[in-house]
């Protein structure tokens, strides 16, 4: 079995995160950043695997579990909130849901 | 013990004030006025008590009677009441007010009586606690407690611009406070890393050494605090609004206690726990007296609303007492202290009638008044006697204050002395200007209202009572507070028991919980 | 002499009974309660002098510790001397003979009659106090208190504002002399650690030297005080205002009360005046420049009542002349000379002005001598008493003395003594001028006299004893030329010093014959220009010089004016701009600062989800960077 540095993975983790983080920026539609905001926890799902097996300890892939749990009920609340956005502001735009603007 | 129940009698009587309105509307009312009347009692057992020349020598430089507990020993910090001739005066005179203020509400507060008598129950004892605290994290938790029942006295039962002036009251107050927890802090720590026993207890502290900065510093921390609340120009603009909005019960507990919890501090603390730092502003602060006393004269003068005019004429009345506290002589001290329960009565006596004209003519505005002997020459005629007394009159309690107060300020500075004297011409400018707007010259309105009832009439003579007493046979009060004001000035306070210090200790060094 | 507490304590008495009950007494009661306290306080006042006439020792009577602070003490004492007797015994006397006048005289009032008795009561006990005194404190108290009732006594009639204004004026002039007093008092405990009258005069005799800087500022403020309760320039400008109370309070003020303050004040304390000759000469410099001020203001006057004001500040200035140099038993003669005649004048002004229905210009009056005879005699004996007529006159023998002393006298000067002529030519012109206005002359207004109110033995008793009082009193004390009497200045000596005398190139005779020679000239001039020919003085004043010199003179010189400017209107200036107090500007500024901040704080908080993730990621970077690097 080849070993893979581990600087690949965590490169690769990086860019996942950056791309997320830009889709948050970027994307006004909920939904997209809902997906977004996967995309980064699963990068750092990502580097905590690939420091795991560097360090050759169970812990990396003992948090990538609870990581990955924690997205799914994430995933549950946050769409619920937007399915309510949506319902009250007729839009999936996040923009638009700014009334706690100071 | 004594001590407690005397805390523990008006803040329980405002817990029972709450239930105690949905029985009866007045119900509140009497439980406020027999719980004051019973702490009166109790004071004056006290001061019965220590009134024999025997027990009063036995205790210079010591207190009458203290009560010391732990509270929370890991940090030093303990409930430690204790009395002296001084705070057994400002003891005296905060039931006797308290009564006042009570009996002033009688028919003022209609709404939320219950609730209204609870937070007037709470601010008389935080002001209790105020002044026996020997315990600086107590004074400080005591500082905070009259402070916010206050607030909700002049926000709630306040006049127009009650929000206004009940927000600015608790800033000022509070930023003043925070300070002087710095301070306190700060002391703390001083002590503590010298002497190894971190403690709060003032006794314990008194006598810390500390460089000059440090001392500085830390002085300044207490006398802004005390300086806001005296208040002292230019600290003072929260005064005039919290007096002219407050309920007259209020008006009547800021003006003549609340005032009184500077004044206190000033001799309590800043004096004895910084003596070099406050010889030091010595001069300073004279100066800022004399300002407050002409400052706060014109003021006074030029103002359209009786309880602001009356307001005003506190700052003047308590330049007085800055003045005579920082001559730091026992002729000018002593003179202070009666100048602080005289003003205490007097102005406490003008905002009952300011109440009582408010309830009548729904107006302050001195424009309107005029000519009002003729519709009520008793009301006249007790405005006129504490006109008087505010002008300093001699007969009255203010006159001995004052001039005890002017008297032992030039022996240290004449000068300053010679222009502070100006400010009783001054008072007399503003009292007769009162007597001239209000009940003699007829501004052609012809008012009708009652004259003082019989409820109002008993106040009115009960307080003239006193301020006369006060004004021709001062000797009972001056005894008391001889002895509490020799100590301050001469710094012989610090005699605390050895038994009583070695258990402190013992309880108090714990290092490892602070550091 | 254990009685003496009573002296004081009656007339208070009455005030504290009339003040509580006084509304819903009878007034019959409230009346005897008001006259009768005085009355008593005058009878004690005789025993105790009869008491302390054979040995003429100085009693002292403790009362109680009033202050007792850090070393400063001060009793409620009482002290009898010989000065104190013959005060009390005026204050007392012609203090009863005015309420038992008032006593008919306010029965016209509708409400406030008791209220009347009440203050006049405090008064005349405020100033038996001050006279008893026994320290200075407490001769501050009864000198506030006689402030206090001063105040009170003219805003009697409190709706009218210019009572009330008046009051206000009185009141705070003269706290302004009191004020300078307290500061005097200030010094005296600082140098000798007591207030007690003797003590501090022993000690300033043994520690002063002549002429000591300390000494001269201690008399100088002591003397502010003295001027200001005795209205002299330039803290004058009351007394005439303060013609606005009722006429039996004027009495009081002027004759019995108040006014002699000073001259009481500086007599006690002339141990202090001595030590100090430049303030001994500002106080006749002060007094010879009131009494020619106040002299030939009197002329111009055509309110009665403010005419006697005026008098009253010239012949006061008599006595400071008198007290300047050094002629202390004349002062005090003078004084009580002074009481009886003043007293006399206003109770029948007062007569003449109830029977004109509170008319007071003496211009629309005349004729009245037949109308109101007692009124008429008496007020011409008064006049004659007030105008030094020779011979007959009470006013004569003391006014002599201080007119002699101010010449003959180790400290006199030919200065003082041409004012004090000059004065005395004014006096008696004044004095007829307005004997001849009110009594002689044309009736203007025959049909409303009230003389009803005054018919009774009430009002007459006073009039015909002080009358006599001032016809009489002058043979206590003759000059050397006629006859010697030393009654009076024998009696005092006790308690003042004797006045040292120096040859002059005039005798005393001489002198007599000249002032008196002046004192006719004055009613001469006066009958000439104000009853034979009146029409040349209306026709002056049309002019416009003599428009403008009496509006100068009828105004008291303009000094009301003058204060107006310099002090009165600044001060209220001041205040009422800064009205809404500008050190609260500064806490504004604090607040709105806060406010400007929490404006644009707000601005960051945009509601948009994306920005805020924005800033998450950005501030983790920024972390991130920093660990990184550092």
């Known amino acids: 079995m080849t070993n893979i540095p581990a600087e690949y993975g965590l490169v690769l983790a990086a860019l996942l995160f950056a791309t997320g983080l830009v889709g948050v920026l970027a994307r006004r539609n909920i939904i997209f950043i809902l997906l977004s905001i996967e995309i980064m926890l699963n990068a750092a799902g990502l580097a905590f695997i690939s420091a795991g097996s560097r360090w050759g300890q169970a812990d990396g892939q003992v948090m990538f579990i609870f990581i990955l749990v924690m997205a799914a009920a994430e995933v549950s609340v946050g769409l619920a909130i937007v399915l309510q956005l949506f319902h009250r502001l007729k839009t999936v735009n996040s923009d638009e849901a700014n009334t706690m603007r100071g | ?515 | 002499m254990e009685l003496l507490w009573l002296i004081p304590a009656l007339p208070l008495a009455g005030f504290v009974i009339l003040a509580l009950a006084g509304a819903r007494m009878p007034r019959p009661l409230a009346a005897s309660i008001g006259a009768g306290s005085v009355g008593l306080s005058a009878l004690i006042a005789v025993v105790t002098a009869a008491a302390f006439f054979p040995d003429q020792r100085a009693h002292t009577q403790n009362l109680w510790k009033w202050i007792d602070a850090g070393g400063f003490s001060s009793d409620i004492s009482l002290t009898l001397d010989a000065l104190s007797v013959v005060m009390v015994l005026v204050i007392t006397f012609v203090g009863f003979m005015i309420h038992l006048y008032a006593t008919e005289s306010m029965s016209g009032e509708k409400d406030g009659y008791s209220r009347f008795f009440a203050y006049m009561n405090l008064f005349v006990g405020s100033m038996l106090l001050l006279v008893l005194a026994d320290n200075l404190l407490l001769l501050y108290l009864g000198w506030e208190g006689v402030g206090l009732c001063s105040y009170l006594l003219i805003s009697f009639w409190y709706s009218d504002p210019a009572n009330s204004r008046a009051a206000m004026k009185a009141f705070i002039v003269t706290r302004v002399g009191d004020a300078a007093m307290a500061v005097g008092l200030f010094i005296l405990y600082k140098e000798f650690g007591t207030l007690r009258i003797t003590e501090v005069m022993n000690m300033a005799a043994a520690q002063w030297s002549s002429g000591s800087t300390i000494a001269v500022a201690a008399a100088a403020l002591l003397l502010g005080g003295a001027v200001g309760k005795s209205a002299q320039v330039p803290l004058h400008t009351w007394l005439p205002d303060a013609m606005a109370g009722p006429t039996p309070v004027s009495a009081l003020i002027h004759a019995a009360t108040m006014v002699t303050a000073g001259v009481y004040l500086i007599a006690r304390m002339h141990i202090l005046f001595t030590l100090a000759p430049q303030v001994r000469i500002a106080v006749a410099v002060v007094g010879a420049t009131t009494l020619l001020l106040a002299g030939i203001s009197a002329l111009a006057q055509s309110d009665i009542k403010r005419a006697l004001a005026y008098s009253t500040m010239s012949q006061i200035g008599y006595m400071f002349v008198a007290l300047g140099v050094g002629a202390w038993t004349a002062a005090i003669f003078h004084f009580m000379v002074h009481a009886f005649f003043k007293a006399l004048l206003f109770l029948s002004a007062g007569i003449v002005i109830d029977a004109l229905h509170h008319e007071r210009d003496m211009l629309r009056m005349g004729g009245l001598r037949h109308q109101l005879p007692l009124a008429f005699w008496c007020f011409l004996i008064g006049a004659a008493s007030l105008s030094a007529l020779p011979l007959i006159s009470a006013g004569f023998y003391s006014k002599d003395l201080i007119l002699w002393e101010s010449l003959a006298s180790a400290n006199g000067s030919a200065w003082l003594w041409a004012a004090g002529m000059a004065g005395a030519l004014c006096t008696s012109a004044y004095a007829f001028r307005m004997v001849f206005l009110i009594f002689y002359g044309k009736a203007q207004s025959e049909a409303s006299y009230r003389i009803a109110v005054h018919s009774g033995l009430r009002t007459k008793a006073p009039l015909i004893i002080l009358a006599l009082l001032a016809l009489l009193a002058g043979f206590l004390q003759t000059p050397e030329s006629l006859g010697g009497i030393s009654f009076f200045s024998a009696f005092i000596s006790t308690a003042l010093p004797s006045t040292p005398t120096i040859g002059t190139a005039m005798s005393e005779g001489t002198m007599q014959y000249l002032s008196g020679f002046l004192s006719l000239l004055g009613i001469f001039l006066a009958y000439i220009f104000f009853l034979y020919n009146p029409d040349y003085i209306r026709n002056f004043i049309r002019k416009p010089f003599g428009f403008a010199l009496h509006c100068f003179l009828s105004s008291g010189w303009n000094v009301d004016r003058l204060y107006d400017i310099l002090f009165v209107r600044p001060f209220i200036y001041a205040a009422q701009t800064n009205c809404r107090d500008i050190i609260n500007l500064f806490f504004l500024l604090v607040a709105l600062l806060h406010k400007g901040a929490n404006r644009v704080l707000c601005a960051s908080q945009s509601g948009l989800v994306r920005k805020y993730a924005f800033g998450i990621a950005a501030g983790a970077a920024l972390i991130l960077g920093v660990v990184a690097l550092k």
């Open chain 2, 1 to 515: 013990m004594m001590l407690v129940l005397l805390i523990a009698v008006p803040l329980l009587a405002g817990l029972l004030c709450l239930p105690l309105s949905t029985i009866h509307r007045k119900a509140p009312f009497w439980l406020s006025l027999a719980a004051l009347t019973a702490d009166l009692l109790v004071a004056a057992s006290i001061w019965a008590n220590c009134q024999t020349d025997a027990v009063a020598a036995a205790s210079a430089g010591r207190w009458l009677i203290s009560f010391r507990i732990d509270w929370i020993p890991q940090l030093g910090v303990g409930i430690h009441f204790a009395l002296d001739g001084l705070s057994l005066i400002l003891v005296g005179l905060t039931e006797f007010l308290g009564i006042a203020a009570a009996i002033s509400s009688w028919s003022e507060i209609n709404e939320r009586a219950g609730y209204f008598y609870a937070n007037l129950m709470f601010t008389i004892s935080g002001i209790l606690g105020v002044f026996m605290s020997l315990d600086l994290f107590l004074f400080y938790f005591f500082w905070e407690l009259m402070l916010v029942p206050m607030y909700f006295l002049i926000g709630i039962w306040g006049h127009e611009n009650r929000a206004y002036a009940s927000m600015k009251f608790f800033i000022f107050t509070q930023a003043g406070g925070l300070l002087m927890l710095i301070s306190i802090l700060g002391l703390y720590f001083i002590h503590g890393r010298a002497t190894g026993i971190y403690t709060f207890d003032y006794v314990q502290l008194l006598g810390t050494a500390l460089s000059e900065p440090e001392g500085t510093w830390l002085m300044l921390g207490f006398a802004v605090a005390f300086a806001v609340k005296l208040p002292a120009v230019p600290l003072h603009p929260w005064l005039a609004d919290a007096h002219t909005e407050a309920p007259t019960a209020g008006s009547i507990i800021l003006a003549g206690l609340l005032l009184k919890t500077g004044a206190y501090g000033f001799l309590r603390f800043v004096i004895p726990l910084f003596p070099a730092a406050s010889a030091a502003i010595s001069l300073p602060a004279m100066i800022i007296g004399t300002v407050s006393i002409l400052y706060g004269a014109a003021m006074a003068f030029s103002q359209t609303d009786f309880k602001r005019m009356v307001a005003y004429t506190s700052v003047s009345h308590m330049g007085f007492v800055l003045l005579g506290i920082f001559a730091f002589n026992e002729v000018a001290v002593q003179g202070a202290i009666v100048q602080m329960v005289a003003h205490g009565i007097s102005t406490g006596m003008l905002f009952f009638i300011a109440g009582a004209l408010q309830e009548r003519m729904h107006t302050r505005d001195l424009t309107l008044m005029g000519g009002m002997w003729s519709t009520a020459p008793r009301m006249g005629a007790v405005t006129l006697i504490f006109a008087a007394a505010s002008l300093g009159l001699p007969g009255t309690g203010n006159f001995v204050g004052e001039f005890l107060v002017l008297l032992g300020s030039w022996q240290a500075g004449a000068a300053i002395t010679a222009i502070a004297t100006t400010g009783l011409i001054a008072a007399t400018v503003y009292a007769v200007w009162l007597m001239h707007v209000t009940f003699f010259c007829s501004a052609g309105t012809e008012w009708k209202f009652p004259d003082f009832s019989f409820r109002e009439m008993a106040v009115a003579v009960v307080m003239i009572a006193a301020i006369v007493a006060i004004g021709l046979y001062p000797a009972p009060l001056l005894k008391v507070s001889a002895l509490p004001v020799r100590a301050i000035l001469n710094n012989t306070y610090v005699v605390p028991d050895a038994a009583a210090l070695s258990q402190q200790s013992r309880a108090a060094v714990k290092p490892g919980v602070i550091r």
